[in-house]
C-alpha cells in the first residue's frame, strides 16, 4: 500500500542540490529565518523549490511570518498574494 505519510524538512538550510535530491524523493521543505541572510545555502535553495512544495515557518526564529513571507518573497518570483494562497493550498492539501 502506498505510504500517505508526509515528509518535511524543518528549518531547512542545505545546499540547491540537496533540496533537488529531498524534493526527488517526495520530500517538503519548510524554510525560515536562515532566508534573513541572502548568502545563506536556504537563500540560494529557495528559488529551486516549486511553490507545491513549500512550507514557511518561525519556529527558531525571532521574526513574524510576515518577515518570513518577505524574505522568502526576495528568490521567489511570484507575489506576496500567490505566495499565501499556495502555502494555504500545500497545508490543506497535506494535513487537512
Known sequence: SKNNQVWIIHGFNGSPKLA????DLGFHISFGSQL???NSKASKAISGIAPHRLFLETDTAELSIQEIY???LRQLEISME???RQIWINFETQFL
Open 20 to 23: 533537488k535530491q529531498l524534493l
Open 70 to 72: 518577505c524574505l522568502a
Open 82 to 84: 500567490q505566495l499565501k
Open 36 to 38: 534573513k541572510n541572502q
